[in-house]
């Protein structure tokens, strides 16, 4: 996702679960093919290295799961401030938990 304005739909009209690390905002969308994900990492996490390596982190996640995901879904992944202090497993563990509870991950394919 690169439009902003696709970003401000999916946080105000799609659902949002927040975990320790991230908070994790869905909208389903029936017209997309496959889902779309954005990352939004503001000041307030740290640095510029800090951030591109959670964006880094974010990726690797959702590329590791991604046959998993459902289609049809934009799906917004936004660093909290304790994120620059977490290890690669427990954002990966948190960002699967709060996918499970908003129902992006297709249990078929587990």
Not at 10 to 18: D, L
Not at 34 to 48: E, M, N
Not at 49 to 59: D, I, K, P, S
Request: proline share 1%; hydrophobic share 35%.
């Amino acid at each position: 996702m690169t439009n902003r304005a696709e970003f401000a739909r999916s946080r105000e009209c799609g659902k949002s679960r927040p975990g320790r690390f991230l908070v994790l905002s869905v909208l389903h969308e029936s017209d997309l093919d496959h889902f779309r994900t954005g990352f939004i990492t503001t000041k307030k996490v740290g640095k510029a290295h800090e951030r591109n390596l959670l964006r880094r982190r974010f990726r690797a996640i959702i590329q590791k799961h991604g046959n998993t995901i459902s289609s049809h879904y934009y799906i917004v992944t936004i660093a909290r401030w304790r994120a620059k202090d977490a290890s690669y497993e427990e954002l990966e563990k948190d960002w699967l938990k709060q996918a499970r509870k908003l129902g992006i991950i297709n249990q078929e394919v587990l």
